[in-house]
């Protein structure tokens, strides 16, 4: 039964998440005895919606196409986020030749999923 439970992919993901976070809280609050600030639990979040859509997508697309719309959807983020300057980063515009990379990372998508 214990093995059964385990071969389970949300269930052995969802233990990944707890432990996790468990170690982040232990560490943050209990070690140091300071409040946990509110970036951290936005890390925290986003995080989580990363492995959960991770564990969710693989069994449906495949590894090689989700690891790709994952790598291609942080390209275009990375871009949008230079764009701006968001966090604190130089700003560089999103130019021709970007958006060039960008959709060539989205046909690369489409060339995986379809062979």
């Known amino acids: 039964m214990p093995t059964d ?12 998440v707890a432990a996790g976070c468990t170690l982040a809280l232990q560490s943050d609050v209990g070690a140091l005895g300071t409040p946990l600030p509110s970036e951290n639990l936005k890390g925290g979040i986003c995080g989580f919606f990363y492995v959960a859509s991770n564990i969710l997508a693989v069994p449906k697309l495949g590894v090689g ?6 790598v291609c959807a942080q390209v275009i983020t990375a871009c ?9 980063v ?7 030749w970007r958006i060039l990379a960008s959709l060539g990372a989205v046909f690369c998508v489409g060339v995986i999923t379809k062979f």
């Open 5 to 16: 439970l385990l071969d389970n992919q949300i269930f052995s993901g969802f233990l990944l």
């Open 65 to 70: 196409t989700s690891l790709a719309l994952f």
């Open 80 to 88: 949008i986020v230079d764009n701006w300057g968001l966090v604190g």
């Open 90 to 96: 130089e700003v560089r515009p999103y130019s021709t």
